[in-house]
């Protein structure tokens, strides 16, 4: 099994790329304890969290729905801040432009002109849509794009970028690496995201960074196709370009602007700028990554991440004792394994010739027996989630075949293609519940394996008869003991009334992110949607187990949403006699509003 590291509610499986602001990881979402999918997740550093990207990235979050889920941008994007603030969004297998760029020379291998185009198409894309929403970026650099291995581009930090360039004056290391990219004007963002786009090309297309302070105008006369290992200057329509992005000489004034002279470079003149060849460049120049990440995530979907679930962790946690247990009064367990049991009056008649029998008793961890309780109740959940996917699969299978039959006996246009429509979409819940199964039945199992591995634990720490070897032969007989004198049984003391235990209680409260699968799909998105959830608070105040009381109907991740926020959120434990304890939450409710 590979180790992670958890940053939230995900597990780091490996650093992919590392910039100015931090590192991209490749990560894990587990689903019990059983893989459910990867994602890409951003960290950042010491310095960045020390100038307060911790309190600002919660702006960022107000960003994303502005990006409009275009794929230029990344998809799936969920913003955490606080004391390790991270941003996640959906897996793409690739790798930075700034790795792209350190490869392609170190290796020797060109990088045309067709190539630097297809790159800087999509970037401006994603800067041309900023724009237009009233965004500016203000840190675009190599590193903020992200180049799949099928040839695609995106803005990867383009949620925070925004706050990251409002950071800048107190984070000089960042500042410093990223200065040959933001010498635009500062008084106007489109004019210094255009200058980035500029100092973009340049190096795409001769492999230099360009200078801080130097004259552009000389350096653009002089520079070549170094990329593209060629000798010749760079052609003239793309040095005119370049000119107005850099000199500040007939600057575009719009983004209209800049948009129409890039597709009149891109496409009047002789260039072919396409994701396949790009894809290709890929493919050559990062094969061994590619083979070593696709052979990793295989790994990673086969793991056991029972480790990484609440139960892995209280076993982890050495809350399992065997050897000394200390019993009711303190004593140790091994220093009570030599009792002589005498019945009371019956003492006088024990043949001293047989020996002694005596008992040691080793008590069984309490913890063990509350853990096997814990493991019954979570297996039994288990059991009546997975009956409830299955009922819900067999009811999609009845409606599909219900709708199937409705088509065939459809007589207008639009009665098909709505029910057309009712058909793909019943396909995607079916393929969504399938998925759903299949982890609830991995889950169970390993539930039931982990319950069988507690059992056995148990059964290895019960009581064992131990016989003591009797005395030898010539010792002294042992004078038999008197019976034991009455004694008047005390009145019974009235038992003390037990201690109540007060719930755990919710502190602070993760904000819900709408279901984007519900979005996508327009489900009822008119309507108020409610969620209501129990959650089992350790000693320390974290989430180990949740439990719906009532959801959502369908596959829409309603109910996942209220679980993901539930997980995240701050509680203070139960409490019984003033020390800390597990227990439930009261019953917690979470709305979904309407969206307009």
């Not at 000394?324 to 019945?343: F, M, R, S």
């Amino acid at each position: 099994m590979g180790t992670y590291t958890r940053v939230g509610s995900y597990l780091l499986a490996s650093e992919l790329a590392s910039d100015p602001f931090g590192a991209i990881h490749r990560a894990v979402v587990i689903s019990g304890s059983a893989f459910e999918r990867h994602v890409l997740v951003r960290t950042f550093t010491e310095e960045l969290f020390q100038a307060g990207i911790g309190t600002r990235l919660a702006e960022a979050g107000r960003v994303v729905p502005l990006l409009g889920a275009a794929r230029v941008f990344g998809l799936g994007y969920r913003i955490e801040s606080g004391k390790a603030p991270h941003v996640v969004w959906d897996y793409v297998p690739g790798r930075s432009l700034a790795q792209l760029i350190d490869k392609a020379k170190q290796e020797q291998i060109p990088f045309g002109v067709d190539h630097a185009l297809t790159v800087i198409q999509g970037v401006a894309q994603g800067i041309v849509q900023m724009q237009a929403k009233g965004i500016s970026h203000g840190v675009l650099s190599p590193h903020s794009v992200w180049v799949s291995f099928e040839g695609s581009t995106q803005l990867v930090d383009a949620p925070f970028a925004s706050v990251a360039r409002s950071l800048m004056a107190k984070a000089p290391t960042a500042k410093h690496k990223l200065a040959a990219y933001m010498q635009g004007a500062d008084s106007d963002p489109l004019q210094h995201d255009l200058f980035a786009l500029g100092a973009l090309l340049y190096e795409l297309l001769t492999f230099e960074r360009l200078p801080v302070g130097g004259n552009f105008q000389s350096l653009l006369e002089q520079a070549t196709l170094k990329a593209a290992q060629e000798d010749g200057p760079l052609p003239a329509e793309i040095r005119a370009f370049l000119g107005r992005l850099l000199l500040g000489r007939q600057p575009f004034t719009s983004m209209e602007a800049f948009n129409t002279e890039l597709e009149r470079v891109l496409y009047d003149g002789e260039y072919s700028p396409t994701t396949f060849n790009m894809a290709f460049f890929m493919h050559t120049l990062f094969r061994e990554e590619n083979d070593r990440d696709a052979t990793a995530m295989k790994a990673e979907q086969g793991d056991n991440y029972l480790a990484y679930t609440a139960a892995g962790e209280t076993m982890r946690s050495g809350a399992t004792r065997i050897d000394g247990v200390p019993d009711q009064t303190g004593e140790p367990a091994g220093q009570k394994n030599t009792t002589l049991l005498i019945g009371g009056g019956l003492a006088a008649v024990v043949i001293l010739g047989l020996g002694y029998i005596f008992f040691g008793r080793t008590k069984v961890d309490p913890a063990i027996q509350a853990q096997l309780l814990e493991f019954k109740q979570i297996k039994a959940e288990m059991e009546k989630q997975k009956a409830e996917l299955d009922a819900k699969a067999k009811a999609e299978a009845e409606k599909t075949t219900q709708l199937q039959k409705q088509l065939t006996e459809a007589k207008s246009t639009e009665d098909k293609g709505r029910i057309q429509k009712q058909l793909e979409e019943a396909a995607q819940r079916k393929v969504e519940l399938e998925r759903q199964q299949k982890a609830a039945e991995q889950r169970l199992l390993e539930q039931k394996q982990s319950e069988q591995r507690l059992a056995e634990q148990r059964k290895a720490a019960e009581p064992k008869e131990t016989t003591v070897s009797a005395p030898p032969p010539n010792a002294a007989p042992q004078p038999a003991p008197e019976p034991p004198k009455p004694v008047a049984m005390p009145s019974a003391a009235p038992r003390p009334a037990q201690a109540e235990t007060e719930p755990a209680r919710l502190v602070s409260q993760v904000p819900l992110a709408f279901p984007q699968r519900a979005v996508q799909m327009r489900w009822e998105l008119d309507k108020e949607h409610i969620v209501r959830l129990k959650v089992f608070v350790g000693e320390q105040g974290q989430a180990l187990k949740v439990s719906i009381t009532q959801g959502v109907e369908g596959t829409y991740g309603f109910d996942e949403s209220a679980v993901e926020s539930a997980y995240k959120s701050v509680y203070t434990p139960a409490m019984r006699d003033g020390k800390p304890v597990r227990g439930w939450t009261p019953e917690i409710v979470y709305k979904f509003p309407k969206r307009r």
